[in-house]
């Protein structure tokens, strides 16, 4: 019997770029306003989206404050978003 696949989670950093992205948004900051208010270079906020860049516990921790967030909510999948 062929077992079932499980559907492939997205990874931290890919979660992080999706709800960073979303977030930034809905809050109306371009790439340059978030990363102004965050403290971090517009180049940076575009790592970020593009997951490309690796995001430190501080770096998170600015985006979340940014953002008016909690910081779990950059790591929640889509579905928990809403």
Known sequence: MKERQKPKLPTARQLIALNTKVLREQAGYSQEGLAAVAGFHR?????????????????????????????????????ETK
């Open 43 to 79: 180049t940076y906020i575009s790592q970020v989206e593009r997951s490309v860049a690796n995001v430190s516990a501080d770096g998170l921790d600015k985006l979340a404050c940014a953002l008016e967030v909690p910081v779990q909510r950059l790591l929640q999948l889509a579905a």
